[in-house]
């Protein structure tokens, strides 16, 4: 069975401090995504990657990177965490540009 | 600008009936609709995918339909039953860009 697995279901953490959420998947899919959800916001791109050392902004990149160093592996890092970062952690991965995506089951994070 | 509404937050159906849910765009032109489910604390997991091409798709119990003119897409959930209670979301793909996601529509069968 396919699976995209992401690190931790539920993060507490302080202004300020860095972040990091893990995703790995085992489909071998390129395409690789990071979404946050809010409610009424519903889900919002941070980044992507289509290949391994690639990545793309996606709507709202401000105050995160990623990296991608090996195919299955796909990063999310919040530089000095901040509270309006508070949100449900999405990541993603599909086979192709247009195919369906297989998420993880999130990672909630809040930041006091 | 461009805009993804789903017809309500929320909707309560009787176990049975017929559960439809509205997914309107505005400013895009998608190639792709794709329905998607989400259970409280899960991520999404996909259901249906239709094209601009095709007007209506089916599996078991649900069906889609895309109308290109209307800019919007029906899902339908015959013979709903509690089980289906969730989120759905729909999420458009446009060419050279990423799958764009509506906010979603929680539906509630209750027995």
């Known amino acids: 069975d396919v699976k995209v697995t992401q690190s931790s279901r539920y993060l507490v953490k302080r202004t300020g401090e860095k972040v990091f959420l893990e995703c790995v998947q085992d489909m071998d899919h390129e395409n690789m995504f990071w979404y946050r959800q809010d409610p009424g916001l519903g889900l919002r791109l941070i980044y992507f990657?289509?290949?391994?050392?690639?990545?793309e902004k996606g709507d709202i990149p401000e105050g995160y990177s990623v990296s991608r160093e090996k195919k299955e592996r796909f990063s999310l890092i919040l530089e000095s965490a901040s509270t309006n970062q508070t949100s449900m952690y999405l990541c993603?991965?599909?086979?192709?540009?247009?195919?369906?995506?297989?998420f993880g089951s999130g990672t909630q994070l809040s930041v006091l | 600008s461009q805009k993804i509404e789903q017809n309500s937050e929320a909707l309560n159906i009787q176990e049975g009936k017929t559960a439809t849910l509205t997914c309107n765009y505005t400013n895009y032109s998608p190639a792709y609709l794709q329905w998607y489910r989400q259970d409280p604390g899960r991520g999404p997991v996909f259901l249906l995918l239709i094209r601009e091409n095709e007007k209506e798709k089916r599996k078991e119990r649900l069906k889609v339909t895309f109308d290109t003119t209307l800019k919007q897409s029906l899902f339908h959930i015959t013979a709903s039953q509690p089980a289906d209670s969730a989120t759905y979301l729909c999420?458009?793909?446009?060419?050279?860009?990423?799958?764009?996601f509506g906010p979603g529509t929680r539906l509630s069968v209750l027995p």
């Open positions: 993603a991965s599909s086979f192709g540009n247009n195919e369906k995506l297989f």
């Open positions: 990657s289509y290949d391994v050392k690639m990545k």
């Open positions: 999420a458009l793909w446009n060419y050279g860009q990423n799958f764009v």
